[in-house]
Antibody, heavy 120, light 107 residues
């Protein structure tokens, strides 16, 4: 079964750092792009960026460039999303998803989501 | 920055046809993809590359892309189709965006 399993919910304070993960299984992880999507409470989906773990090619939405870092370790089929200094406005659900063909394609497999809460 | 525009809401009676539009300047050159999201759940891809339906998605879901507008059509809407729907497409820089989402209400 093709699946993406994300790390668990996080509660952090403003200014703290955080790295969440997304582990793929059931397919050749390094031959597909993985994307990250933010959904703030009660709001829509926001495309954050994508990574191709085969060669670490990474692309960011202008809205998230410089705010987060996307990385991957193809040896363990895992992608990451990290923050150097969290803000309250980073409170959201974060999804990872597999792009089904190419960097502009649709996302056909989704993780269960990771809730990030940033509060003092 | 690039934007995709969707109507905030669409309402339809059971058995009728619902059409949800997505407008964007780059759509004549880029594919549109569509997602369904129900409360508390991750999104599900229902249409990709304008017209293709992933396995397991009912035939009542279809898509089109003409000019600067992509359209998701649900024929014979059922109560279980009530959800939020989002379009997604790329811009000329190679990054993608989502539309603001459309809440489909089945009356």
């Amino acid at each position: 079964e093709v699946q993406l399993v994300q790390s668990g919910a996080e509660v952090k304070k403003p200014g703290e750092s955080l790295k969440i993960s997304c582990k793929g299984s059931g397919y050749s992880f390094s031959t597909y792009w993985i994307g990250w999507v933010r959904q703030m409470p009660g709001k829509g989906l926001e495309w954050m960026g994508i990574i191709y773990s085969g060669d670490s090619d990474t692309r960011y939405s202008p809205s998230f460039q410089g705010q987060v870092t996307i990385s991957a370790d193809k040896s363990i089929s895992t992608a990451y999303l990290q923050w150097g200094s969290l803000k309250a406005s980073d409170t959201a659900m974060y999804y990872c998803a597999r792009l089904n063909s190419g960097s502009s394609s649709g996302m056909d497999v989704w993780g269960q989501g990771t809730t990030v809460t940033v509060s003092s | 920055s690039y934007e995709l525009t969707q109507p905030p809401s669409v309402s339809v009676s059971p058995g009728q046809t619902a059409r949800i539009t997505c407008s964007g300047d780059a759509l004549p050159k880029q594919y549109a993809h569509w997602y369904q999201q129900k409360p508390g759940q991750a999104p599900v891809l229902v249409i990709y590359k304008d017209t293709k339906r992933p396995s397991g998605i009912p035939e009542r879901f279809s898509g089109s892309n003409s000019g600067a507008t992509a359209t998701l059509t649900l024929s014979g809407v059922q109560a279980e189709d009530e959800a939020d729907y989002f379009c997604q497409s790329a811009d000329s820089s190679g990054t993608s965006v989502f539309g603001g989402g459309t809440k489909l209400t089945v009356l």
